[in-house]
């Protein structure tokens, strides 16, 4: 049976909605956690693990290439480069960054005059963990394949979500144009939008 274009659209709003239903019950925790749990400063975490791993820092490096170098001879899973904000010295001059992944965070400490590196790994709890999927996107996912998978299907889901807005804008638009619950609906979100946008300039 030939299918009409109102059906075909029902079929992609409704795929699209079974293809999203992970991302989307992700973000709605997320959203609730940041709202009703305490601040992760607050909240107990796991006891880190702390090594020390023997390392010969090359000499003459500035601290960028000084940390890229460790990186890579750590080759830690799921990571990527440390980000720049997180490369510091500290009192007694000893060069530091992090590198974190969608469970862990490693806290690295180069001791250059003792050939070591010192690593200290924290596992963070379900919400950090789950905050951390759901920012995760293909310009900031590390090489790694599961992360760039997990990126690609954030990537997908955004895009699948602004489908869903639009079959769903065709759906109503092509069967109950004058439901009044509808019009009303959609006036108080694009009316919300407006105003908020503007109060908050």
């Not at 009703?36 to 500035?62: M, T």
């Not at 590196?117 to 963990?129: E, F, P, R, S």
């Not at 804008?169 to 069967?175: A, E, F, N, R, Y």
């Amino acid at each position: 049976m030939k299918l009409t274009a109102n059906q075909w659209i029902k079929k992609v709003h409704t795929y699209l909605g079974l293809v999203n239903l992970t991302i989307l019950l992700i973000f709605g925790i997320v959203g609730l956690s940041a709202s009703f749990l305490k601040p992760p400063s607050e909240r107990e975490r796991a006891e880190p693990e702390v090594r020390n791993i023997d390392y010969v820092a090359p000499g003459d490096l500035s601290d960028r290439a000084l940390v890229d170098h460790a990186f890579e001879a750590l080759d830690i899973p799921l990571t990527q480069p440390a980000p720049d904000w997180s490369i510091h010295r500290d009192d007694q001059n000893y060069l530091g960054f992090r590198l974190p992944t969608p469970a862990k965070r490693h806290d690295i400490v180069v001791f250059e005059n003792e050939s070591r590196l010192q690593v200290t790994t924290t596992t963070l709890d379900i919400w950090d963990a789950l905050f951390r999927m759901h920012e995760l996107t293909l310009n900031h996912a590390a090489p790694d394949w599961r992360t760039q998978l997990w990126a690609l299907y954030i990537e997908v889901s955004i895009w699948s979500l602004i489908l869903m807005v639009a079959s769903g804008i065709l759906l109503w638009l092509t069967s109950r144009p004058k439901l009044r619950w509808a019009q009303l609906s959609f006036a108080a979100g694009i009316i919300s939008f407006i105003a908020l946008w503007a109060f908050s300039r």
